[in-house]
């Protein structure tokens, strides 16, 4: 019998069960990916992209067989912050959704321009 075993987010303080009582080891260690990469890295206090801006890949996509490399940019043209899903358009001709939880930054354009 597993019983609750509940882990806060350092960063928004949202409780999460650990336990994997409601799910199957594989399913559980998804999971436990999904909090590391969600929560603990501190992307869930990271503002959302919104459509227009330029994003860029900070380091190695985790989830991906064939990733964006690191470095790339590329705009964003749909936000669905409810599924955790961006969709961009990368330079070089490649679309790929990017995730919330995903290495990336917003690039700040400094003189504005687009
Ligand atoms: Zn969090």
Known sequence: MTHPRWVTCPNCG?????????????????????????????ACMKKPPEAGDR??????????????????????REVHVDVGQIRVDWDGGRTLILLTSDPFEIVRDPDGED
Do not use: C, F
């Open 14 to 42: 949202e409780k999460h069960d650990a336990s994997g009582r409601y799910t199957s080891p594989a399913n559980q260690e998804r999971d436990r990916r999904w909090w590391k990469n969600e929560h603990l890295s501190g």
């Open 55 to 76: 994003v860029r890949i900070t380091s190695t996509m985790p989830e991906d067989p064939d990733p964006i490399r690191v470095g790339t940019e590329g705009t964003v």
